[in-house]
């Protein structure tokens, strides 16, 4: 017992005979899709299980739409005895000169189904230059299919609008492919597409989930964590930053010019939380709560606190960009107040039952809070806790005691070792 390749149809494959192949291609493709699937990996198990029943594939390439905020598309692209390759395609991609001059951008435009260009034929380079980039490759035949997922659309005049999978077939054969390859491909590619469109759904979902809610607690929802009262306590370094001034700024600035310099304080603020290795949880109007989660797998207390900290001098250190931005094109300043604390938080499920929501409730998540508060007394842009001090051995500047809007006792303050 053998099988073409890691990925493709295990048994005595092939066997030589070509209908008994196509099949076994045919019923592996179909019982992959009910995996998880991995469509590069897909990708390549296909390809290779059609060289190994003798249809030649050089290059092919899937492409879908995908419902992500910063990308229109995703592609993946598979040359035999090579790496495969993924793309993310940005948004406003179908305006270039590249997807303009695709050869499989007739189908959208003309409502087909296929589309085959002779690759030997020089002629084709000018109006489709990737023709002559497989030609050099050795390709000799190229076959376009788009598959639809949605049949009740009749008319798909745009590719964003698109709602199935485009896929190029590139071929090395000499005379290009013959009429039983061209059958097969017509058999086999819906098949495919069946897979694809799972993965796009799971992909879109993870997206949408993970766009929304964040990527942990994304991933708790669609792990099952979804009713009511779910949730767990959670060791954290937690933190709360909201703009200033948003109200004169919402008052005096157009809807535009306001939406924009929200934006920009949540690319700040947000953006540092982020790629410094913290959670956002939420939006709270022009707030921004995230944590840094500790133990059980994630950072010790220390190294959360590092993170934090270290992103609260990243998110300053953005906000003078943006303002030095701003004061060119004769926009206002924007400021914020952070607030950082380490305390235990209730991470979970808040709500009614028909309408939940994920995130972090308790006594230290209003303490981080309450510190930002502080800030406007202050006039200190970032203030700590004592107990986010203990685990990080920096000369921080005492500011005294305060007391908090409902916190009990008096709390101790701090600040960074140099206000930024």
């Known amino acids: 017992m053998t099988a073409a390749t890691d990925t493709g149809p295990a048994g005595n494959f092939p066997t030589g005979d070509w209908d008994r ?19 590069p990996r897909l990708l390549a198990g296909f390809c290779d299980s059609l060289n190994a029943a003798g249809l030649p594939i050089l290059r092919a390439i899937s492409a879908m739409n995908t419902l992500h905020p910063m990308y229109l598309a ?53 109006t489709f230059p990737v023709l002559s980039e497989v030609h050099a490759m050795g390709g000799t035949d190229y076959f376009g299919l788009l598959t639809r997922f949605d049949r009740r659309a009749d008319e798909i005049d745009q ?15 000499q005379g290009g492919y013959d009429g039983k390859h061209v059958q097969a491909l017509r058999r086999l590619v819906p098949r495919f597409a069946v897979a694809a469109k799972m993965a796009k759904r799971e992909e879109t979902t993870r997206n949408i989930v993970t766009a929304y809610m964040g990527r942990d607690a994304g991933f708790r929802v669609l792990n099952g964590q979804i009713k009511l009262g779910d949730g767990e306590l959670l060791p954290s370094v937690i933190w709360y930053s909201d703009m200033r001034n948003s109200t004169s700024l919402c008052e005096t600035l157009s809807p535009e010019d306001y939406l924009s310099a929200l934006n920009h304080y949540f690319a700040c603020s947000a953006g540092a939380v982020m790629e410094g290795g913290g959670e956002v949880l939420r939006f709270v109007g022009d707030a921004v ?35 030095g931005d701003r004061r060119d094109v004769g926009q206002p300043a924007l400021d914020f107040g952070l607030g950082l ?29 309450r510190l930002e508060d502080l800030t406007k007394e ?18 921080w500047r005492a500011l005294g ?7 009990a006792e008096t709390q101790e303050v701090f600040a960074p070792p140099a206000a930024r």
């Open 289 to 323: 709560l995230g944590i840094f989660p500790v133990g059980d797998g994630a950072d010790s207390p220390k190294d959360a606190c590092a993170k934090a900290l270290a992103a609260a001098g990243d998110a300053r250190g953005r906000l003078a960009a943006v303002n």
């Open 21 to 39: 192949d196509i099949q076994a291609i045919s019923d592996w493709l179909v019982a992959e899709s009910l995996e998880r699937v991995d469509l």
């Open 401 to 407: 005691s305060y007391r908090m809007r409902g916190v």
């Open 378 to 395: 202050t006039g200190e842009p970032v203030l700590v806790s004592k107990a986010f001090t203990r685990h990080l051995t920096v000369p």
């Open 74 to 126: 995703q592609t993946f692209t598979y040359i035999r005895g090579e790496e495969n390759i993924t793309t993310d395609i940005p948004h406003g991609a179908q305006n270039t000169g590249e997807w303009q001059r695709s050869p499989l951008k007739p189908l959208i435009d003309e409502g087909r189904a296929e589309c085959r260009y002779d690759v030997t034929d020089t002629r084709l380079f000018r």
């Open 159 to 173: 590719v964003e609008r698109l709602d199935g999978l485009l896929t190029s077939w590139v071929t090395d054969r």
């Open 341 to 369: 604390h380490l305390g235990e938080v209730m991470y979970g499920n808040i709500g009614v039952p028909a309408r939940v929501e994920f995130s972090v409730t308790g006594p230290a998540a209003n303490e981080a809070a």
